[in-house]
């Protein structure tokens, strides 16, 4: 837990708080987006940052301090929408699970959002008390200048000028195209994840 208070910081772990000194690295107004570094080494199993951005319907999670609860609360939902530019201050759009909403998500911005045991943003409330996140992958330049690793989409994708190569993706295409007798096919996908680029750039591969 992260607690500011008249410009003094302090860091609470399993509710004991840390004595140690914290340093502010990064911190931009337009996108509320800072990044602290502590001097102490905690002995505690890290989640790491993924800047690839997560696939619609996935599941996320996420553990805050939002103020309707006395004590911590975990969040879960699904992946709604995934954006490729930022829209106030949000590029995934998220639905959460009934059984865990509350009536209030104040205090729970700036709680990480965790996808496949990584974490692929940072939650945002909105003026209509719904939940949207940031995604890691549109800060990773900052990340990358202050030498904080994170996962990058190009650890498992190969890339040809700029475009990502899928290359199953692309055989089973053309497998359907060969075995169909059919006149139009309809390709859907997130948006920003490149069906119009992979149309207008498309070459057999076989």
């Known amino acids: 837990l992260l607690v500011i208070h008249f410009n003094q910081i302090w860091i609470f772990l399993n509710n004991e708080k840390i004595d140690t000194n914290v340093h502010l690295l990064y911190n931009d107004a337009d996108t509320d987006v800072a990044i602290l570094e502590v001097d102490s080494n905690f002995d505690i199993e890290h989640i790491c940052l993924s800047a690839i951005k997560p696939r619609q319907k996935k599941q996320w999670t996420s553990w805050g301090f939002p103020d309707a609860k006395t004590y911590g ?3 879960y ?4 929408n995934v954006l490729s530019t930022t829209v106030a201050r949000s590029d995934i759009d998220l639905t959460i699970n009934p059984e865990y909403s509350l009536s209030d998500y104040s205090g729970l911005s700036g709680a990480p959002v965790i996808v496949d045991n990584k974490i692929v943003g940072i939650l945002r409330l909105q003026t209509d008390n ?3 996140a940031l995604s890691i992958d549109s800060f990773k330049g900052v990340l990358a200048n202050l030498d904080i690793e994170f996962e990058t989409d190009s650890e498992s994708e190969e890339v040809d000028d700029g475009i990502v190569v899928r290359n199953d993706f692309q055989n089973e295409f053309e ?3 060969l075995s169909s007798n059919i006149s139009y096919i309809l390709l859907l996908g997130v948006h920003g994840i490149g069906k119009t680029t992979f149309c207008r750039e498309f070459a057999p591969l076989n």
Do not use: E, M, P, R
């Open 77 to 80: 939902g699904q992946v709604a």
């Open 175 to 177: 497998t359907k195209l």
């Open 130 to 132: 719904s939940l949207n």
């Open 73 to 75: 609360q975990f969040t």
